[in-house]
Each structure stands twice: as structure tokens, then as C-alpha cells.
């Protein structure tokens, strides 16, 4: 008796894997085979725009982590802000995109980049 339950369990699974066994495969091998990615990536890489920037430093602000650093310097001639000095710690960030929503300006994006390993921490 204990034999039909288990040998009924048992080709219910085989079933279900047979079944399985001439799906269409999700997985890709990967470095062989390379995916397109969806336009709505957020890629391991922040672009900054020098020209678009104002240096209201909006996106350190909204940073989670504190890895965006603006220093920046005042312009009597043009009224704005100078940015002197732009920089993404990379170790530290999170690709999250809220610093890409926050500003105003459309000065940053995240690239399609999503091949960045490196070996030593130094060289992200």
C-alpha cells in the first residue's frame, strides 16, 4: 500500500520533469551566447553630463549611501555654480537610480554597461 502512494508521488514528479524536459530553455550560456538587454537597464555605470550640471548637488543629497562627491565653486559671471570637482565612490554605490530621478537637470544617467568585473577593488 505504501508502495502505490509512493510510486504514484513518484511518476506524478516524472511527470512534471518530462514535462519540463522539452520546454524551451530560459537560461543562456552566457559567455557564448550574449543577452540584449531591456532598454529599462540600469547598467553599473553612472554618466554625468559636465554640460547639463548645475552643481545644485540634488543627487549627494538623495545618495542612500553618500557615494556621489560635488565640490563646486561660485561663477559671478553666469550666476550659477562651478563644479570643480565630480566624483562616484562605486565601491559604495548601490546603482539604486535615485540620484538619475532626483535631478533636475537630466545630468546623469545609468549606462547600458553591465560588464564592469574587475579583479582588484582599485580599478572599479
Request: hydrophobic fraction near 30%.
Amino acid at each position: 500500500m505504501k508502495f502505490e502512494r509512493y510510486g504514484i508521488g513518484i511518476a506524478k514528479g516524472l511527470t512534471v520533469t518530462i514535462r519540463h524536459l522539452f520546454r524551451h530553455p530560459v537560461t543562456t550560456q552566457y559567455p557564448e551566447q550574449r543577452l540584449n538587454p531591456s532598454r529599462r537597464i540600469r547598467g553599473n555605470e553612472l554618466i554625468w553630463s559636465q554640460e547639463k550640471c548645475t552643481g545644485c548637488d540634488t543627487c549627494a543629497k538623495t545618495c542612500p549611501q553618500g557615494a556621489i562627491e560635488i565640490i563646486t565653486s561660485t561663477n559671478q559671471v553666469e550666476n550659477k555654480y562651478a563644479v570643480e570637482k565630480y566624483q562616484v565612490d562605486t565601491g559604495y554605490c548601490i546603482m539604486c537610480g535615485l540620484c538619475v530621478e532626483a535631478c533636475p537637470y537630466e545630468a546623469l544617467y545609468m549606462s547600458y554597461a553591465y560588464e564592469c568585473a574587475k579583479y582588484r577593488r582599485g580599478e572599479l
